[in-house]
């Protein structure tokens, strides 16, 4: 790295650790106070993009945190010139926490001006789906702190869950999460049809019958719910214990009952939901 006047500032965020690269917003530095500019951005985004520095391979005592202080200041300068290089860099999964939530912070930052970028990244189905969920974690951020981004960000959670795609069970818990803040039970069609086709995680903020709650469609649970203790209890893969995991779904359509169950199941009718429905 060249010498210049700004230097010392430059020697203090290659030797710094982790503290301070929490999620936590009063946990960050202020990276300003340590003299950082605009006239900066070129050589904090080399840095930022340095792999010897991402994968500690540098010859010197260099911190391997550099890079993501590197994207931090640059975070908090809320500049565009570095956009495109570190948004690819999800494309490369690096298997740590602190550089790819540096990554996500600064695609927060710059998401009012970035927002079809990000949009385009995040329903591109060939992307890593741990990157994607980065990303639908940045389009929520944008939503709560850009109204003007709401209506657009709830458009692109739809078409996410309208995609062919199975999708990721993460990932599609998050997106119903947030659909269903953003416009409470207006797509809850479209969410109960993904509960009974697509893979949801339903450790992450509960099952059909919640997210129902959720969106004000029900008051109260006709099943139990199923724990995390629950289910790692279950060792026989009998028909009782997968009735404690299938939610009960009462039939709107006069469901016969030899036809496939509107649970999602795949029991018929008869085996699953009537036979609660009758209990």
């Known amino acids: 790295m060249k010498k210049n006047k700004n230097r010392d500032k430059f020697e ?5 650790g982790d503290d301070g690269l929490m999620r936590t917003e009063s946990f960050t530095k202020d990276y300003k106070k340590m003299g950082f500019s605009e006239a900066d951005i070129d050589e904090l985004t080399k840095i930022a993009l340095d792999e010897d520095l991402i994968f500690f391979n540098a010859k010197d005592e260099t911190s391997p945190y550099a890079p993501c202080h590197a994207i931090m200041v640059l975070t908090q300068l809320k500049v565009l010139q570095p956009f495109e ?3 690819k860099r999800l494309e490369f999964f ?16 710059v998401g009012d001006k970035k927002l079809e970028e990000i949009i385009e990244f995040f329903l591109d189905e060939s992307k890593n789906e741990y990157n994607r ?4 974690e940045a389009l929520s951020h944008i939503s709560k702190h850009n109204i003007e981004s709401r209506s657009k960000i709830e458009e692109v959670f739809v ?3 309208n995609l062919d795609e199975d999708g990721h069970d993460g990932l599609n818990a998050m997106v119903i999460s947030d659909l ?30 919640d997210a129902e709650i959720e969106a004000g469609v029900r008051t109260k649970r006709d099943t139990k ?6 289910f790692f209890g279950m060792f026989d893969n009998d028909e009782e214990d997968e009735d404690k995991l299938t939610p009960y779904i009462k039939s709107e359509k006069n469901t016969k009952r030899n ?19 009758n209990n």
Do not use: N
Request: glycine share 4%.
């Open 12 to 16: 203090i965020i290659m030797e710094l």
């Open 85 to 87: 290089a570190l948004l």
């Open 94 to 109: 690096y298997d740590d926490d602190c550089y790819t939530s540096a990554i996500l912070k600064y695609l927060e930052s």
């Open 133 to 136: 969920m980065l990303i639908q």
């Open 159 to 161: 078409k996410y869950l």
């Open 180 to 209: 269903i803040k953003l416009s409470k039970a207006k797509h809850i069609e479209l969410i109960r049809d993904v509960f009974y086709k697509k893979p949801v995680d339903t450790f992450f903020a509960g099952d059909l019958e």
């Open 225 to 230: 719910r199923v724990s995390m203790f629950d």
């Open 259 to 277: 036809e496939l169950c509107p649970c999602g199941s795949g029991k018929k009718y008869k085996k699953c939901c009537l036979k609660k429905e």
